[in-house]
């Protein structure tokens, strides 16, 4: 069974193609890289399988279900959980209740508020502080950490690195190993190349809203992946 | 003096009431539901024809549940299909609707005014504060302030009060999380109606009710929500009450005026800080 599979896709805003034909497969505890200059489309990817982009042709599958018009809310329920470009946390929200927020699909699992504090001590001290009063860097950890609110068999992260220190680039790559060891699989869609390298082992590159080039990580160079992610 | 702050307060209290469903709805829905007048009139008849043959709490009970009811429906029917549109035309849809209750009310119950009384256990004086004051009114401002209380209670610690807090704010971020935010919406639009149709059924012994009770009073509500700040539940708190103050000091002092003062405070707020009064801060 494949946790998530896109085969032939198209997908739309409006009356805009923006994935034209994409397919791509993530299975039980892989963990598998998205990569591609800006506006190819990769957070499209990420908003198809939310309905936010409307998917006007191919089959979107979650958890071995075809979805075919997936509302908003269904991926969660479906153990898929996104990290949202720009981290999305809600400003009226502590940070405590911004974690709470993501465990709103009460799916069973190992995650809860203080696992998550376990697993990063920072927001355990800002926990009544508003979550937008976090650096960049704790409110990626934030949204990290209200994803796996859910339990997720899936962590879909859209570029977690934008913005971020090397250091704390490094701390996440730390993090989603262990997430990675724990069995959750994880799609980074990325364009940090160093940072995919350091968490997956495939990868699918994107330009145009197409698939231009898939496989393995081992053996390929760090320089022809660049090649896809430089202007 | 004492008695005009009172009564100040239980139209207030009225108020409160009434607009802290507006901003309810307004909060999730960013729609300015000119409905709400109608809800506040189609409550207060609920109340006043189920009272006539099952007592004053049934009626208030039935209006709360039939309010409820079409809250919901007035979320499901009208907000959800046009949440896409120009926010302009669902205004003038909640316009057109609350045309249609009043026409609808008119042809059930007549344009004549109708007085409602009293409930029994409600009845009579009681001392407080050095003066005799009617049982009745001090209930209101009770329960005004057990609504506060409850609404508070309800957004801060219950998982649905997170999810509105939360889609209030970014309601895609929200479903991402799972929740399922057309849910949650039906909910808050069905506790604002029901709000709104409570107010009407309290406001029976206060006022007298007529079809065109809702526009009258939707007029102090929608300067509350102003001044208060849209979307502010604290704001609309103490706008309710200071506009209540000032309404029954106007009709008491400044009888001319006292039509025109709320008018000129929202004028005021809205050139001098128009986020309104706690506008700004979050709830
Ligand atoms: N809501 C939207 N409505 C219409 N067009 C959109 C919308 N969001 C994105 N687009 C367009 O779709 C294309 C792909 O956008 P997408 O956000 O998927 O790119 P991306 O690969 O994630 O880029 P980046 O690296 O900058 O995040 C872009 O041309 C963008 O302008
Ligand atoms: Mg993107």
Redesign the pocket.
Known sequence: MTLLSFRDVASY??S?R?LDGVSLEVGPGERIGVL?R???????VANTILGIATMKAGRLEIGGREMKAPRHFDAAHAGISIVP?GRRIIPVLTVRENLQLGAATRRPGPWTVEAIYDLFPILRERADRPGTALSGGQQQMLAIGRALMANPDLLVLD?PSEGLAPVIVDQLVDVLNRLGRAGTAIMLIE?NIGFVRDVVERYYVLSKGRVVDQGRLDGVSLEALKAHVSV | MTIHILNGFVYGGLLYILSVGLVLIFGLRRVVNFAHGGLFMVGAYVGYAVALHAGFFTGLAAAIAVLAAIGILLDIGVFRPLQRHDPLLTVLVTFGILLILEDLVRSIWGKDYVTVSVPALLSGNVEFLGLQYPVYRLMVIALALVTMAGLTLWLKRSAIGLHVRASSVDAVTTAMQGVNTDRVSATVVGIGAALAGMSGVVAGPLLTLSPSMGSYILVDCFIVVVVGGLGSFTGAFLAAMAIGQIHNFGIVYLPWAASSIPFLIMIGVLIWRPQGLAGGAST
């Open positions: 805003y409006g805009a923006i591609g800006n506006g190819v489309g990769k957070t499209t470009q570029e364009q």
